[in-house]
């Protein structure tokens, strides 16, 4: 979290009921379309991204209507997962882990059940370190009149996203990741073609409710206490990348992701993804090295944290994240550290991680 | 919000998914337990109170199964209609605003109707200014093997409330009243007796169950990623709370309750409520001067943010907050400042309100 964010975090919280803060909110909600490419509602929820999924579950479903779920990895499952708590009645299209979605397969399932009214799909799966096509994906859905629920979560501020061109219906977001705030606040964009889609009988829905945040949308009022000082924080980290440029930012991701994934090779590791994203890059380690035993080297003999693998993944795979505020040199030195874990741990490293991290920034 | 806090808050958050973090967060939850007075559960939530609310009734009512909302205030109404949305079979039982509900009419209402299995009921209702006498409530709800969900949003860390002691089986709470923080951190508690009150079939629940969250309860270990700058600042804002000493605590907010209601009594306003709390005094304008013009000037002229009325009582009164960190200079502020307003907008000034509020700081 950049200083000039955490700095905004400790200013004193103005009340929410004051003109000052309703401004504020309105500026931010105004910044926030335009990065999420659209000219609908944007939604800010006091919640970490799982309850704007949540929000986009209840307010989207009505009775008796049917879903899929594309899932790939961790963050698809927990579609899956919340359909299921919700008894939302629906399908599931798996494609493998660390591949993305096809969007023909897509295509077919739809054909075949013309019920299934909402797709919910995953743009950054990061358990996998996977992007999906999530515009291909929309091709489809707006071919079929089906509406499009893309968890951006760790895509949006990495990777463009077009909500409107790309014909996303419904776009969920969390802010501690391209964000670059701490967890706590969650956003949920609707297009502008979408604005009918939570209105009627739905889910029961009371703290998420989106047809009552709408209300008081346009004046800057929300049903319940926002997350203050998070809106302030966003303010902010939306001027940081206004000033950065949303191209730079997105040309910065590529580079780190580049860099990282040649260092990661250099270092004796394979990439896991066909796809991969540049929110993070999931790597398998080389052959008689446990995977484990390299996050935990480098927490301690380099101070720098990594995940390991989630789920069916758990010590196959590890993960490096890059979203956010790291540039060039954090490539490098995480390249560098993680060729010195897996020499330390016996593996053959092939190359100079760090010049084949410059390189790749350099090339990408 | 108090500098120390606002210092935690700009903190470098850590990765929740380390051990720093998981042993912060058990501290904070056993700090928590000590200030609800429980050996229960306590489970911190990415959210503001009314998500806290929410997840009260999504986890407590059993299919099929009847509550009872005490309603005297906005916030009552919140718990009657958090009930009607999750389609939960209810009862209301009314109160007069600005009154504390009257536990003989509590007893004669589970007695009349058997079924009622959960008593939604408010501790300190801020809309009115009042405060529930829930140890009262509590004694007939218990005798009579019925559940009592109190929210304490704005009573704890303000009023004593011993959960364990009292009898209360469930407590809600949010962030930034009494415990000083931000909004974006709320917390619900079980009683120990009441551990298996959210167990077995429920609302359909995922962001907000409670069962999945208690899985990582004794670790430290969140289902989803929880606000973790809130959770540094809480942890400054317990130890600030044990610093200055519970008792300490409630003695200080009763001593500003009783300063501000002498002060706006000196200033030509009446008392709303027959039973108030120390959270927040409630003031009805002197006969011919508008609670909102009150409000305003108090805000231009001053620079003091005062509530005015919500709901029924729009336009009737103005709500003086003085939860968390305020003391005697500030209860004497802005009882002078009140007096400036009610006299500069044409109300008769019986008494020095400054020096009224001084007298009942230490009288209290």
């Not at 009988?201 to 926002?226: K, M, N, S, V």
Request: glycine content about 10%; hydrophobic content about 50%; aromatic content about 4%.
């Amino acid at each position: 979290v950049p200083e000039r964010i955490r700095h905004a975090l400790a200013e004193p919280p103005p009340h929410h009921r004051t003109d000052a803060f309703r401004a504020t909110l309105r500026g931010v909600t105004e910044a926030l379309a335009t990065l999420h490419g659209t000219q609908g509602e944007v939604f800010t929820l006091a919640a970490s991204g799982t309850g704007a999924m949540e929000a986009a579950v209840i307010n989207l479903m009505a009775p008796g209507a049917r879903a899929l779920a594309v899932v790939g990895g961790v963050f698809g499952q927990r579609w899956a997962d919340l359909l299921r708590a919700h008894e939302v009645p629906h399908e599931v299209m798996p494609h493998a882990w660390g591949t993305a979605p096809d969007p023909a397969e897509l295509a077919a399932r739809l054909d075949a059940d013309p019920d299934l009214a909402v797709v919910f799909a995953t743009h950054s799966e990061t358990s996998t370190g996977t992007l999906a096509d999530v515009r291909a994906l929309a091709r489809e859905t707006r071919a079929r009149g089906r509406v499009l629920v893309v968890d951006a979560v760790t895509s949006l501020a990495v990777h463009p996203l077009e909500q409107d061109a790309w014909g996303l219906d419904v776009v969920v977001c969390g802010s501690q990741k391209g964000l670059m705030l701490p967890p706590g606040l969650a956003t949920l964009s609707l297009a502008p073609w979408a604005r009918r889609a939570i209105e009627g009988q739905r889910r029961p829905r009371f703290y998420f409710d989106l047809t009552r945040a709408r209300r008081g949308l346009a004046t800057g009022d929300t049903p319940f206490t926002p997350p203050v000082s998070h809106v302030l924080a966003l303010e902010v980290a939306l001027a940081m990348l206004r000033e950065e440029g949303l191209a730079a930012v997105h040309d910065r991701h590529r580079r780190l992701a580049h860099a990282v994934r040649a260092g990661g090779l250099a270092a004796g590791c394979r990439l896991f993804s066909s796809a991969p994203s540049h929110a993070v890059t999931a790597l398998e380690p080389p052959a008689g090295v446990e995977a484990a035993a390299i996050v935990r080297r480098l927490r301690e003999a380099h101070g720098m944290v990594v995940a390991g693998g989630q789920g069916e993944l758990r010590g196959r795979i590890l993960r490096v994240g890059h979203m956010g505020a790291h540039g060039h040199d954090d490539a490098v030195a995480v390249s560098a550290a993680l060729a010195e874990c897996t020499a330390a741990l016996g593996a053959p490293v092939a190359a100079d991680a760090a010049q084949a991290a410059r390189e790749a920034w350099g090339a990408a």
